[in-house]
T-cell receptor, first 111, second 111 residues
Framework: ETGVTQTPRHLVMGMTNKKSLKCEQHLGHNAMYWYKQSAKKPLELMFV???????ENNSVPSRFSPECPNSSHLFLHLHTLQPEDSALYLC??????????FGEGSWLTVV | QKEVEQDPGPLSVPEGAIVSLNCTYSNSAFQYFMWYRQYSRKGPELLMYTYSSGNKEDGRFTAQVDKSSKYISLFIRDSQPSDSATYLC???????????FGQGTELSVKP
């Protein structure tokens, strides 16, 4: 139990589908993050939310659409993805943007 | 030049060996240094957190930072098969700053 829960753990979607990844943190933190992890590459920061306001968008394509309704929940809405978007998507949280705690990740395969 | 560089390995050692994992970084302003451990198909978990130069010990693990050479090390004593994982180093220059990750080093400890 990491304190950051992600669902689903695995997702296979077609390029024309629309799906969403969900993240919930039980740590009382005020910042939440989406990271992308591809094989043999460093973790890529995608989005940062602080007190449910987006503070960072790391030049992420618009086919990825985040949503943060409150400090405990974060979504990543996916539509018209490409096969190269297949990766592990990690949600994380932190208090005042200090030490970051990760969830288990959602494995996404785009076919 | 990548801000944080790490040899991806894989590194294979026999059980009981002392393991040395290393990273270099380019930004001399980095002050906070972390090591994360990531088991296969899991999210990264924080292993060690250090500020500025010096050593920090936690059980079989020792984190070392040499700011003069911009070198970060993680030593694992009496390595166990359960230590087999990918180890990620990460740095940032201030509290709340963007965390920069290395590529990760894959470690395998053979019984």
């Amino acid at each position: 139990e990491t304190g950051v829960t992600q669902t689903p753990r695995h997702l296979v979607m077609g390029m024309t589908n629309k799906k969403s990844l969900k993240c919930e943190q039980h740590l009382g933190h005020n910042a939440m993050y989406w990271y992308k992890q591809s094989a043999k590459k460093p973790l890529e920061l995608m989005f940062v939310y602080n007190f449910k306001e987006q503070t960072e968008n790391n030049s992420v394509p618009s086919r990825f659409s985040p949503e943060c309704p409150n400090s405990s929940h974060l979504f990543l809405h996916l539509h018209t993805l490409q096969p190269e978007d297949s990766a592990l998507y990690l949600c994380a949280s932190s208090q005042d943007r200090n030490t970051i705690y990760f969830g288990e990740g959602s494995w996404l395969t785009v076919v | 030049q990548k801000e944080v560089e790490q040899d991806p390995g894989p590194l294979s050692v026999p059980e009981g060996a002392i393991v040395s994992l290393n990273c270099t970084y380019s930004n001399s302003a980095f002050q906070y240094f972390m090591w994360y451990r990531q088991y296969s198909r899991k999210g990264p978990e924080l292993l060690m957190y250090t500020y500025s130069s010096g050593n920090k010990e936690d059980g079989r693990f020792t984190a070392q930072v040499d700011k003069s050479s911009k070198y970060i090390s993680l030593f694992i004593r009496d390595s166990q098969p359960s230590d087999s994982a990918t180890y990620l180093c990460a740095s940032h220059y201030n509290q709340g700053g963007k965390l920069i990750f290395g590529q990760g080093t894959e470690l395998s400890v053979k019984p």
